[in-house]
């Protein structure tokens, strides 16, 4: 009798153990099962994160790649979004100002990284979730006058470009993510703005006209003809030109050409009169907190003009020639990225002038 009582309690031991570890076992699947929810629910979150970072880099090698392409439209006009900028009307110099250049360069790469978002839609980033709406400011940092009059040019041969004001990025899949932050792009290999401050001060100088006049009363040969003189004061702008960017060492990464569209030797107002002045700008530049807003370029020290002898502005007696030319101002230090590939950065300087006529060096000077 005992004995079968001790053989029931066995079994219903054994019963009880068989439950309690059927509900641990199912415990535990419990746990797994939200654990490993867990962990796919956080591969989601990765992956989406991961092409946002994806979408983020490429959208900075767009913006730089879009100011890149800017800074060689722009510089090809002259430094303005006019496709012919003077620098110099009716003899007068008048380069265009920082705010004309800033905003120029400003609104064409805020063109041209439209036109990407815009084919977005034909990407890898569209197949990846990624749609980006249009920023609607593009802030430009220049590396300011001091560094880029300097003869060495090392610390002018970049700039910054900032997308502001709109341009969300945003991921839907697998699960929402999104950024709505500014981007910044160092555009670098570009002496753009070394080519304009250099190219400011030296126009403020009446650099173009007083090498023309030396040009002149160095071409006195009386075998010469007015075309000839004039042809060979133009080549001596060409070398003053290429002699302003020299590097220290001597080397000379600027080429100069000149195309005259216009001169006359007998009728010089037959090619001055020509409508060189640009509108005011009035439009404020769009960024306001960025660094570029907050250098403060004074260039008025830059506006002193100077004859061809020194210090003082002298009317010519009388006209040589009435011309207007365009300089090619070529930079072969380094190639610039652009819509039509890598190219050299050329700046085209329109001038109107009326040529004054000048007396022939002496002989013994």
Not at 108 to 116: E, I, K, P
Not at 241 to 267: H, M, Q, R, S, W
Request: with cysteine.
């Amino acid at each position: 009798m005992k004995k079968g009582v001790a053989y029931s309690t066995l079994v219903i031991l054994a019963l009880v153990g068989i439950l309690l570890v059927s509900v641990w076992s199912y415990s535990q699947l419990a746990t797994g099962s939200r654990f490993g929810a867990t962990i796919t629910q956080r591969q989601k979150e990765d992956i989406s994160i991961s092409n946002l970072e994806l979408a983020k880099q490429f959208m900075t090698q767009n913006l730089k790649f879009s100011s890149s392409s800017a800074s060689v439209d722009i510089a090809a006009n002259g430094g303005t979004q006019v496709p012919k900028t003077y620098w110099y009307c009716d003899d007068a110099p008048t380069p265009p100002e920082l705010n004309e250049v800033h905003f120029a360069l400003s609104n064409t790469t805020r063109n041209y990284l439209g036109a990407y978002i815009s084919t977005l839609s034909e990407s890898e980033l569209k197949n990846l979730g990624v749609s980006v709406s249009p920023y609607n400011c593009i802030g430009i940092a220049d590396p300011g006058r001091d560094n880029c009059l300097k003869k060495d040019t090392s610390n002018c041969e970049s700039f910054t470009s900032s997308a502001m004001q709109g341009g969300l990025i945003e991921v839907s899949t697998p699960t929402y993510v999104s950024y709505s932050g500014d981007l910044a792009a160092d555009v670098a290999t570009d002496r753009f703005f070394n080519f304009y401050y250099k190219l400011y001060k030296d126009t403020k100088e009446s650099g173009l006209t007083r090498s023309i006049a030396t040009g002149l009363r160095d071409s006195c040969d009386t075998t010469n003809t007015a075309a000839q003189r004039l042809q060979f004061a133009l080549e001596k702008a060409c070398d003053h030109y290429e002699a302003l960017f020299e590097e220290p060492d001597g080397k000379k990464y600027v080429t100069c050409e000149f195309e005259i569209l216009c001169t006359d030797t007998v009728n010089p107002t037959a090619c001055t009169n020509v409508d060189c002045e640009r509108p005011e700008l009035t439009q404020a530049l769009c960024w306001k907190s960025s660094s570029a807003a907050k250098i403060n370029v004074d260039l008025s020290a830059l506006n002193k003009v100077f004859d061809s002898i020194g210090g003082k502005v002298v009317r010519a007696q009388a006209s040589f020639a009435g011309i207007e030319i365009i300089f090619h101002l070529t930079d072969t230090k380094y190639k610039v990225s652009s819509a039509k590939g890598p190219v050299d950065l050329i700046w085209n300087l329109y001038a109107v002038i009326d040529v004054a006529n000048q007396e022939c060096r002496p002989i013994n000077s």
